[in-house]
């Protein structure tokens, strides 16, 4: 099993639509947790961290919840600009430096 | 700032030949970290540095890989000898505070 899951998608969604990631991860002493976005052929990019107590930035909310050892992305009001894939992070139990990434969950928004 | 600097974009190799790949992280970053990236296993810590020191290299496949920092402003993963299994995205990534940035990656196939 690997220890950080996300649904590979697709996920095809219309603009302006509402659409929401979830993401597992195996080890409960993980203590960072985070959202990266990568377009076709280029470097990931930091979203979003997550907390405990949820966070939003804009149109996109993330929310972990340790009991159940998951992660969610909510995206409101989807663009043609959110299509990219996004990966779920979780930071190694034994050291908070080194992360363990998820496969990523692919976006298509279409028009 | 530039960012952090990976070259070359793409490689092109035989089996059997040296492949080396470079990376120049951001000024003032301590840590440094080269990923690989498939489809398969998605994106995979090789090893890092902190302060040029090799902190951890347990995720290196092989002896045939090895990494080095001479300085705070360069990094090198050598590949010797390639094999087609290597083929892959080769990522460096900086960090300091927050967040990682990675370089745009390097695309290696050996034929």
């Known amino acids: 099993r690997k220890e950080v899951e996300q649904d590979p998608g697709p996920f095809n969604v219309p603009e302006g639509a509402t659409v929401a990631f979830n993401c597992t991860y195996s080890?409960?002493?993980?203590?960072?947790f985070f959202w990266y976005r990568q377009d076709c052929r280029k470097e990931p990019k930091l979203l979003m961290s997550?907390?405990?107590?949820?966070n939003e930035d804009g149109r996109f909310t993330a929310q972990l919840n340790r009991a159940s050892q998951y992660i969610s992305l909510l995206i409101r009001d989807s663009k043609l600009s959110d299509s990219a894939t996004y990966l779920c992070?979780?930071?190694?139990?034994?050291?908070?430096?080194?992360?363990?990434w998820g496969l990523g969950t692919s976006l298509a928004v279409n028009p | 700032d530039a960012g952090v600097i990976q070259s070359p974009r793409h490689e092109v190799t035989e089996m059997g030949q040296e492949v080396t790949l470079r990376c120049k992280p951001i000024?003032?970053?301590?840590?440094l970290f080269w990923y690989r990236q498939t489809m398969m296993r998605g994106l995979e810590l090789l090893i890092y540095?902190?302060?040029?020191?090799?902190?951890?290299d347990s995720g290196m496949p092989e002896d045939r890989f090895s990494a080095k920092m001479p300085n705070a402003s360069f990094s090198t993963l050598k590949i010797q000898p390639s094999e087609p299994r290597d083929s892959a995205v080769y990522f460096c990534?900086?960090?300091?505070?927050?967040?990682?940035?990675f370089g745009s990656g390097t695309r290696l196939t050996v034929v």
């Open positions: 997550v907390y405990s107590s949820g």
């Open positions: 080890n409960s002493a993980s203590q960072s």
């Open positions: 000024s003032g970053h301590d840590y």
């Open positions: 990534a900086s960090r300091q505070v927050g967040g990682y940035t």
């Open positions: 992070v979780a930071s190694d139990a034994g050291n908070n430096r080194k992360l363990i």
């Open positions: 540095f902190n302060n040029n020191v090799p902190i951890d």
